[in-house]
């Protein structure tokens, strides 16, 4: 029988991020077999292949059948099980298909894929563990992602858009998969890109903006085939294209006179367009919808619910085993500032939890994990745990958006891990991990700048959002030192100990730095309206979008209480609406958020909220400034390119905190005429 054909290694000019061809040295040194046909086979062998040619090795390829290469000695062994087939499989996320089983014993390390899928992430697996994989004897451990779809949102528009340019939030230059208004002809870049998610366990991808235009409407129809071209270069990789689309397409599109979802016309358009979608792109993975949401269409229209809404697309779908995704970001826009009865954090709740169990098994309930829009800290969003008959997934925003716009280093996995590690019901309940069970969603951080993520070090935001979503238990810490060893390889590093210490140093604790400069307590939404970055305390204060703080000249935060506020604290389960109820049990971080209090109320931390505010304005720059110090220090332990990309951006990063600083501790001082107990000044 003919071994079948290695798909080469997609080769671009772009960072190889963290799968620099050291990574596979281990690897590429040893005499591997791959056994197995298939789309996906066919990408672990042009891996091995690469890194074999690379580094020494030999590879070998079988087909399934083929027994025979067992009997040679070979050190790794990645082969499909029994029946698996090794393509890229249906529509459908099955955490089964992705499974693979590594046991080294007598000498040779050996990877089952339950699939194609397995398959990659176990080639993925090894070239992780290093020498590691080739060492003492290992039992066999079967490794299965926990949260069966972990994709990425790219709030990508085909056509540059006038206020918000390509990549809607983007931070990393143009689209990777747009350009001058039509998808990309050279697809390496895309195909690179596939290759990295697959390597950090993402397996699905949104190729277009939520927020859905004219132009992109029309990608769901007419412009298909764009998708379809961005599906194939994606597919080798294991990752699902997803399609954001318009509630109004029937409408915009169709030339029908409603978008109604209860209309028959309507249904029939929907059942046509998405059976034309899997004539194109047969392993489409479904529908993202914003609906009724800043502005985009939705069944409010009709007077129809989103249940109605998110069920007319699943059932569309439902032939051809796709899901969509229904985002629970739904709230007043255009809210009157002066009505504080109004609470934008409540509206997902009050909007979705009356509709629990009325969703479509193929309908996902897509949620941000915290209940108004990524701030640096807010609570876990109450819906999380609030719908049990329907499917959830975790939206994060791996895009900086609110975090420092990827010009401030801010390493976000901690914060996600602490959302997914949250308990929203009693004792030993299930985590929002757990409870996950629609997956987890990061808004991407990529564009086609060279590093992928304009600041190197937002490449490990990017990496995180598949690594958790594979493993949401897994320790933060943990992830970034893998992200570490892989794309720094310390290992080729004159003094690898100093530059693991360093890269720890600056990672670790840079979401917290980040939230001590800016907002504090977790009041949120002090930024500039519009692009979001820097600070303006009352850049929102008086605005329709629901985002105030309420500080006076006695106090700030918000009063979410229920016995004197806008009651979202009782939207939560117990223990936690009585614990967030009272400022005397509120957490400090987030007093703020749940309510309003005197400036010289006295924090758990036994100081007062605004002497609070003021030394933590000052801790944050100084850390600032040591993280900037300790990068100058890693000078000559990595590629001068990359250190002095990063070098530049901290000075911006340091320019921009004291900004912070001064902007924050003035207001906040000006409000309550209150000195720093330290006499530092304060302007
Ligand atoms: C895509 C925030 C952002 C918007 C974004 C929106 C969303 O409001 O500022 O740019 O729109 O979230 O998540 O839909």
Redesign the pocket.
Known sequence: MTAPAARPVPRTDADPAWLPPEAFRALGSRRVLVCGTGDLTDTVHGEVDAACAEFGGTAVRAAVADHRPYDRPYDLVLRLDGTADGTAGGAEHRADDEAFTLVRERGRTTVSGAGGRGLLHGLFHVVRLGEAAFGADRPPVTHRPALATRMLNH?DNVAVHPV?GQV??GYAGGSLFWRDGRARGDLDRVRAYGRLLAACGINAVCVN???VHTTEAHLLTDRIGEVAALADALRPYGIRAHLSVTFAAPLVLGGLGTADPLDASVRAWWAAATARVYAAIPDFGGYVV?AD??GQPGPFAYGRSHADGANLLADALAPHGGTVYW?A?VYNHRQDWRDRTTDRARAAYDHFVPLDGAFRDNAVLQV?HGPV?FQPREPVSPVIGALPRTRIAVEVQATQ?YTGQQRHVCALAPMWSEVLGFRPGAGASPTVGELARGGLVAVSNAGDDPYWTGHPLAQANLYAAGRLGARPGADPHAVLDEWIELTFTPDTCPDPERLRAGLRAVLRGSWRTYEKYTAPLGVGFMVQPGH?YGPSADGYEYSPWGTYHFADRDGVGVDRSRATGTGYAGQYAEPWATLYESPATCPDELLLFFHHVPYGHVLHSGTTVVQHIYDTHFEGVAEAAAARDIWTSLAGLMDGARHARVAERYEEQLRGAREWRDHINSYFFRKSGVPDARGRPIH
């Open positions: 709030w918000m809607e939030r903006n939520v927020n914003k949401s800043e985002r970001f941000k829009d958006e979001h």
